[in-house]
């Protein structure tokens, strides 16, 4: 299966699954969850890819997306294809994978990212 390198995949009404490219499967925010909600002027999409340094929940110090896929020992052939989260231009987790810090709820209200591939 093909990487989605550039994909970008809009997904306006976030309250509702989103289906994913290239048979990759559906993507859902649920009620409950580490996830911050996005802001009502955050667009919501689905990528998968993410440029620069991460700082993910858990972690001291950033890390590009590469060294993190390996540090969760992600193989090579799922890391194109993995559905990665972002609100706006800003990262917020990578489904199944890692929550950013800029992606944490930090009330109760939070949400998850459940990947049905």
């Known amino acids: 299966m093909a990487g989605q390198h550039e994909t970008t995949v809009a997904w306006p009404v976030w309250q509702t699954p989103l289906a994913l490219p290239a048979g990759l499967g559906t993507v859902q925010l649920v009620p409950g969850g580490e996830l ?3 802001r009502e002027e955050e ?3 689905i990528r998968f890819k993410a440029p620069g340094v991460l700082h993910i929940v858990g972690r001291n110090g950033g890390r590009k997306l590469k060294k993190i896929w390996q540090e969760q020992g992600i193989p090579p052939w799922r890391r194109d294809t993995t559905p990665l989260l972002f609100y ?3 990262l917020i987790a990578a489904a199944g994978v890692f929550v950013t810090r800029e992606g944490a ?3 109760k209200e939070g949400v998850s990212l ?3 591939a």
């Open 43 to 45: 667009s919501v999409s």
């Open 36 to 38: 911050r909600r996005p």
């Open 105 to 107: 709820a930090e009330d």
């Open 88 to 90: 706006g231009e800003t």
């Open 114 to 116: 459940v990947w049905h």
